[in-house]
């Protein structure tokens, strides 16, 4: 099936918080839909807390796509995903069902909306060592790195987007050309998309966030990112620099503490020495 067969497929998006799961789960149901997930890190297992995965009820209630998936040590990006969504909407729509997608990971959206350049493949040592001196010298490097060398790209960041000037430095060191340089290599998408996004006063956002966040530590987030830890996955894996889980990392190294009103010390772990 094309983008010519059928009529534009429904995405939901819009900010943490803001209700995108409810909203999704509760049409799917009415509407005998399925639902393309398109976050980021909700795909990898053990990792649910954190993420906010729908619950095992409603992907009971309703088929879930992209869902616990892959390992952490497992690789994902945006073009994989947006290559295997188009195969997953079009196999929903052979059923006689809607697929809706869903979620916050801008740069996959983007990619299945808008399709993205035909990059050549760059030599996977060459992205270890950025991600070794992000550790070590820290995000705004080399940011101002990627402005030196790839200014346009650049542009359409800030310091806090550390994997997309990672995948920008990584394009230019391995192609010897700046990823701008492959932007209108966009392959086409085969499906057409009607965009929803969620929005909330700005106040009861942030409100929401911050209730999130206690709520998850209520429900056992460091229990799980302990669980995470002895399961010998660490620094080296991909999906775990997210926010949340690097400073509950940092945390359980005894590198920082947690102000929830009690004097609780957590044990200390010591990192694995692979992913």
């Known amino acids: 099936m094309s983008d010519d067969s059928v009529a534009p497929i429904p995405i939901i998006s819009g900010p943490t918080a803001v209700g995108k799961t409810a909203v999704t789960i509760h049409l799917a149901r009415r509407l005998s839909a399925e639902i393309i997930s398109a976050d980021s890190r909700q795909v990898f297992r053990l990792i649910d807390i954190g993420t906010a995965k729908p619950t095992r009820a409603d992907r009971a209630r309703v088929p879930h796509h992209f869902i616990d998936e892959l390992d952490l040590d497992e690789s994902f990006s945006a073009g994989v995903f947006a290559s295997s969504a188009e195969d997953r909407i079009s196999q929903v729509l052979s059923r006689g069902r809607l697929p809706i997608v869903t979620g916050g990971s801008m740069l996959y959206l983007h990619a299945l909306i808008a399709g993205l350049a035909d990059i050549p493949k760059v030599r996977p040592e060459i992205r270890s060592r950025l991600n070794e001196r992000l550790r070590n010298e820290g995000p705004l490097s080399l940011y101002e790195e990627l402005v030196s060398v790839d200014p346009d790209f650049a542009g359409t960041l800030d310091p806090s987007k550390s994997q997309r000037i990672i995948r920008g430095l990584e394009v230019f060191y391995g192609t010897n050309e700046p990823l701008s340089a492959h932007f209108n290599t966009n392959r086409k998408p085969r499906f057409k998309y009607s965009i929803y996004i969620l929005t909330r006063d700005r106040k009861k956002l942030y409100a929401d966030i911050d209730q999130r966040v206690l709520d998850m530590v209520a ?28 400073e509950a990392f940092a945390h359980l190294k005894g590198e920082s503490s947690v102000n929830d009103g009690s004097d609780i010390q957590e044990r200390s772990i010591p990192w694995p020495k692979g992913c």
């Open 219 to 246: 429900r056992g987030f460091l229990d799980e990112v302990r669980r995470v830890r002895e399961s010998g996955y660490g620094k080296a894996c991909n999906a775990l620099h997210t926010i949340g889980y690097k």
